[in-house]
């Protein structure tokens, strides 16, 4: 039972049935009509929508200061694609010789997947990934990844030291762009991209292990490994950077988890075991294993490990509903400081560590 539950959250912690007449529990455990369930998701957009009148991009862009970034307004609010592009294209814009924005998938709609990279020494040829946004409802995980980008911009501008002193950073705000963009337009509950596919999922692996799934299906992995756009972009994304990537962190939510990759070798389960539990004991999370189950199928993980053989995470941002305050952006932006920080320090140790914990 402690392992379905630990799989339950690992998928989606927050899953909504959208049926006619079905119920649905409630983030207090309480059950809700879905009419009711449906209102509040629709509340959690319009409390933003007027979050974003009284923190307009207008103010928040002119004010950007260097070494003062997390301060910004930007952080009082979720925010949508359009905005989010155009703080970090800002940022960008303010720091030209340290960050510089490349595509580097296109959704399902045509549109552009973008990764914001940071590097400190052109020279330099170790890099870290941290993607975010897969899910398109956790709205948290996108926030907590810029609130990373700019947190470290501001160490650097304030002369302290950080993981970009030994990685070149790719920060992907946003991997689900399509699913993202229909989550602010009265479909707060979206996961899925909008071909009906958790993009989570769709990676090859022990992909073909998987107990079929009707596409109706909340967790549909997709007809086949990389069968969407998204997906096979970021795969030959993978490839061609594959001789400078050194580790992959995915931020999903919630739960406060830290996953790492059950593998079946000794070496490599204590290697995994020490950086999970590691990064798990610098915020307070909880470290385990991501089950192989029949329905943990094409998750990244499985993917990258074996055919990169580089450190890979799964961290699920604390919380107990996909629907988080506004108010709660820098308290889990903080603790996803730390996390992705700590991975950096923990990368190094993984790769030239040979002993199993």
């Known amino acids: ?44 957009i319009d409390i933003n929508r007027q979050c974003h009148h009284a923190n307009q991009a207008i103010d928040y862009l002119e004010t950007l200061t260097a070494g003062q970034y997390t301060s910004s307004k930007f952080y009082n ?46 020279s330099k040829n170790n890099s870290l990934v941290f993607q975010s946004l897969v899910h398109a409802r956790e709205w948290i995980t996108g926030s907590s990844n810029l609130y990373t980008l700019s947190s470290i911009l ?21 991997v689900n762009i399509d699913g993202y963009d229909r989550s602010w337009t009265g479909h707060r509950h979206q996961l899925k ?25 909340e967790h549909y992995p997709g007809k086949s490994p990389l069968s969407e756009q998204e997906t096979t972009g970021i795969s030959n994304w993978i490839r061609d950077k594959q001789s400078e990537l050194a580790g992959w ?32 004991v610098e915020v307070g999370y909880t470290a385990q294993e991501t089950p192989r189950l029949n329905i943990s ?27 988080a305050p506004a108010s709660t952006i820098p308290i889990r932006g903080k603790e996803i400081v730390k996390a992705l920080t700590k991975f950096g320090d923990e990368v190094s140790i993984f790769e030239g560590s040979r002993e199993s914990c």
Not at 298 to 315: E, H, Q
Request: negative net charge.
């Open 77 to 122: 609010c979720f925010r949508p694609s359009n905005e989010i592009y155009e703080y970090v294209d800002a940022l960008a814009e303010q720091n030209p010789t340290l960050l510089k924005r490349e595509p580097i998938s296109i959704s399902f709609h045509g549109k552009n997947i973008y990764a914001y990279k940071l590097t400190r020494s052109p």
């Open 249 to 280: 962190v995915d931020l999903l939510s919630t739960g406060g988890l830290v996953l790492y990759p059950n593998e079946t070798d000794t070496t490599s389960k204590g290697k995994f075991k020490r950086l999970g539990e590691n990064v798990a």
């Open 297 to 323: 199928f094409g998750t990244f993980p499985y993917y990258f490990y074996p055919t990169y053989r580089k450190p890979v995470l799964t961290i699920h941002v604390a919380g107990s509903d996909f629907v």
């Open 193 to 217: 991209s909008t071909n009906k596919v958790d993009l989570s999922l769709n990676w090859p692996g022990n992909y073909s292990k998987h107990e079929p799934l009707d596409e109706t299906a």
């Open 154 to 174: 501001d160490d650097i501008a304030n002369n302290i030291t950080t993981v970009a002193d030994k990685f070149n950073l790719y920060f992907v705000p946003i």
């Open 1 to 44: 039972m402690k392992t379905i539950a630990i799989l339950a959250l690992a998928l989606s912690t927050a899953a909504v049935a959208v049926g006619a007449t079905a119920l649905i529990q409630g983030t207090n455990g309480e059950d809700r009509t879905n009419a009711a369930e449906v209102q509040r998701l629709q509340d959690d």
